[in-house]
């Protein structure tokens, strides 16, 4: 692509069409054979759904993600407790598009959007690439609240180094505490703190609570795993705030029930290498996981676009931003609200249904179709699992809790696996730990585990 | 374990007893109830066998590592070219031992040996393990003859941080060729040079080759992979010179066939990040990788014991250290003479049948059982594989190269891998990728992978 192609974008109005009117002026008048280029920024849910719809479209689809893989997220979870490997809920994005003539990957970190030039800047050199149109969907990543020197002490969990990270955390816990002399220091050691109610923070303290008092309890010879304290600390009034109260008291006993202690309205004030603070009482642990908030990739920034107070670029009806309708924001970080007057959630089926609207926008536009309706989230439904037998599931029209929604958790989270290999080493898992009660990926690996 | 019991070691002589002599004075006068504390250092292929072969003897056993698992380094190249995870080949040592009753496991680095109180000094704040007798299989890692500088350019292959580390690389270099816009630079950033051309170089660069050639060669759009280049450095006149000439010459070909170029003669006297330099030519490449010798542990510096020039201590016939009869050195970090004059070879059964060995020396001198025969190494066959459907095997008997020799080295590190998950983990990797051609573990992970 030249540098004179780069710069041919057509001249087309800057105001969002309402839905319904034919947006004349907006179909790029391209050179015949150039085709239109639309850049993903991610792919994660969204952008590869987005890329993937639009395989048949006559489009040029350039994907740029800085890591080379797509991630199961909703997993992610089970690789920081040992229970999967890395691989086994990650797939290369290129493997993924490698049939797809019309998409092209780059692994880069997006740095900018230059919206007069119609170009991403990306931190490869200050390489620019140009689009006709841009979709973002460049996700989340934990936030501290303002304490970002928290981070240090209480890892979050978004990405796989987070998870291999947290997981050798765990491990060499319990390791330091076989060999610790100080009982209150082996105490500390063996005290689990995980801040955030919400669905990872319920089930990492389940998956914790397992490992110590199921798959470990025989793998020691001074300490007693099973006597390890595993506590979820929750600012808000119940956990899982996102689902009825019914199914949060469910799970709330269900944690209890694997020993989780649960404690509610215990806002965290402090986190240290000693353990966290609320209400001016300190909680000893040396082991602090971080589920608490999420903060939008830096979009708004690149964009000059209105955010909400965790970052997110709050879009129009349509998904694009406001005075730049050829640039699409969808995902984690982006807010649009619902006809109940709700936000659509941060869950990985409403990033889909958006890549997936997006995608079915543009190539409309393209085709000089009239304009979609407004984006509408469906809810097909809502899990959480808390460890073996437990889950709670909000169908809307039908709630479950206990053995049956964790069949389904399982078959879901199984049929939404991207991959065929994937699916199935996730399943053999999964089958071995239910049988043995053991977790096959107890490795202690990355930085120090060598020291 | 109070701290008198530690130095309440018998008094025994220091002479090392030949064979068929009782050993008299040797069996530790323990007072009754009190078991023989023997402590193993390293769980790998030696040090695992000889603490699961003591676990009917009436004795304690001491297993320290300083990782939490043990590793089945045969195919750790696999895990480098991204074809198999981490947790595949690597098992908890806790769980392995688990229903040991008479066995512990510490995770620990042995700084030292105390001799005179007979004691192991490990980094966990100066904490001292006493023994009776005392394994050390603590293995090898890579040396460069006095470069140690060229390890940053050059990384080898020992443990799971080198391999995901390898991984890491390699697979960035193809991301980097497909952004590059220098054509001189993507060629280097497609140059793959393997220094060494015993069994792991072959392994690596015949894997490297299939990963560019097959696996990714449908991936990307600006560059064909397939134009990779692999380049194989051997210092002597032929690879795998553990194996008879006929089998070296026809691994060689094999790897020809998939597009290696294999030098042989070619003594590397420089690497850097720009290559390597061989006889004062260079070769330009942005990867190489280190294959070229191994220095044992400082097992000797700890005994003051007479070792090799790779720093293998030299044993005696019955593997115990000249002058110490209850300390014995076994697998990577010994070296002991076979009757044909020849060194046991560093190779994974030699290592588990000088554990197996060891252990019943320990266990007949506790039960004043007369002195076993020197130990003796059985050779049931050598493996070495280059890609699909290409291996060689030596059976001593019978020589074997091709198909037939690929299948038995797959059978054969099957059946070889600690527990039934791992073994039925891989054959599903591998039989996914010989039907797909695809390799599900290509992540690039850990550190600088989220710049």
Known sequence: MSETALRATPDRS????????????????????????IVIVGAGFGG????????????????????NYHLFQPLLYQVATAGLSPADIASPIRGILRHQANAEVIMARVTDVDRERREVLIDDGGRRIPYDYLIIAAGARHAYFGHD?????????????????????????????????????????????????????????????????????????????????????????????AFPEGLSAKARRSLEKLGVEVLTNTPVELCDAAGVVSAGKRIEARTILWAAGVQAAPVAKWLEAEKDRAGRVKVEPNLSVAGNPDIFVIGDCATVLQANGQPVPGVAPAAKQMGAYVARVIADRIAGKPMRAPFRYRNYGNFATIG?????????????????????WGAAHIYFLIGFRNRLAVMLDWMWAYVTYQRGVRLITGAGSDS
Not at 19 to 37: C, F, K, M, Q, T
Not at 152 to 178: C, N, S, W, Y
Not at 223 to 231: E, F, G, M, N
Request: no cysteine; glycine share 8%.
């Open 14 to 37: 800057r105001t969002t069409p309402t839905a319904g009117e034919v947006p004349a002026g907006l179909a790029p008048a391209r050179a015949p054979g150039s085709r239109v280029r």
């Open 149 to 241: 020197e928290w981070e240090a002490v209480a890892p979050g969990l978004k990405k796989i180094d987070d998870a291999t990270a947290i997981r050798h955390r765990i491990l060499v816990a319990f390791e330091k505490a076989e060999t610790a002399t100080d009982p209150e220091e082996r105490r500390r050691l063996l005290t689990f703190v995980i801040v955030g109610g919400g669905p990872t923070g319920v089930e990492m303290a389940g998956a914790i609570a397992e490992l110590a008092k199921k798959t470990l309890v025989k793998d020691f010879r001074t300490i007693d795993p099973a006597s390890a304290r595993v506590i979820l600390v929750e600012g808000g009034p119940r956990v899982l705030t």
């Open 388 to 408: 073996r037998h437990a889950a709670v599931a909000d169908f809307g029209w039908i709630r479950l809790s206990g053995y049956l929604a964790w069949l389904l």
């Open 48 to 67: 590869l759904v987005a890329a993937q719809a639009l395989a048949k479209a006559p489009v040029q689809v350039t994907v740029i993600d800085r890591r």
